[in-house]
């Protein structure tokens, strides 16, 4: 009998103690800014108005995983923090985002988020596919990508989210497409 409980109640911990790791993953608030001097003039976007939709996220993760940074847990999901980074530095190039009556739509798809172990802190890689269209015609595509390290999770992220904005922003075949 007490052989049988002890197997009813093994699982029971695990359950428990899975929750428990949950639960006190760590926080961390990535709260990025664009703070760089735009490079890109992107007020005098002569092919048309931009809308930055939102972004999805490629990986097999569910919903609640959708934040995650390694054992840490960002403020939003990361496809949306990648999103606002780039929607961020469209707009401190002058560009006048628009929700309706777009010419150029970007898209993207968060694929790939790797954190590892430094000996000085952490590395952080982020990869995101975006499209760009005009109307339903595909006129860019192409992978952006950052790779950044810090002593703290948080600011490697946000160095990695300045070097991704950038492999977009500064390509010049996007460039070609939207100025």
């Known amino acids: 009998m007490k052989v049988r409980g002890f197997i009813l109640a093994v ?3 695990c359950v428990i ?3 428990t790791l949950t639960v006190t993953a760590d926080d961390i608030v990535i709260n990025y800014d664009y703070a ?13 108005p931009l809308k930055v939709a939102p972004f999805g996220d490629k990986r097999a ?3 609640d995983e959708s934040r995650a940074i ?14 606002n980074a780039l929607v961020q530095a469209f707009e401190a190039g002058g560009a006048t985002l628009v929700q309706d009556g777009q010419v150029l739509t970007l898209e ?10 430094k000996d000085a802190g952490v590395e952080v890689t982020i990869r995101t596919h975006v499209i760009l269209k005009r109307g339903s015609q595909t006129v860019f595509d192409n992978v952006i990508f950052g790779r ?17 904005v950038n492999s977009l922003i500064l390509d010049d075949y996007f ?3 939207v100025i």
């Open 148 to 164: 950044a390290s810090a002593p703290l999770l948080d600011a490697a992220v946000r160095a990695t989210l300045d070097k991704l």
């Open 61 to 63: 993760v569910t919903p």
């Open 70 to 83: 390694s054992s840490s847990s960002a403020e939003q999901p990361i496809a949306d923090i990648v999103n």
């Open 17 to 19: 103690s899975l929750q």
């Open 11 to 13: 699982p029971f911990v």
């Open 36 to 48: 760089q001097t735009p490079q890109v003039d992107f007020s005098k976007m002569t092919k048309g």
């Open 108 to 117: 993207g798809e968060l694929t790939e988020l790797q954190v590892t172990a």
């Open 175 to 177: 460039l070609m497409e």
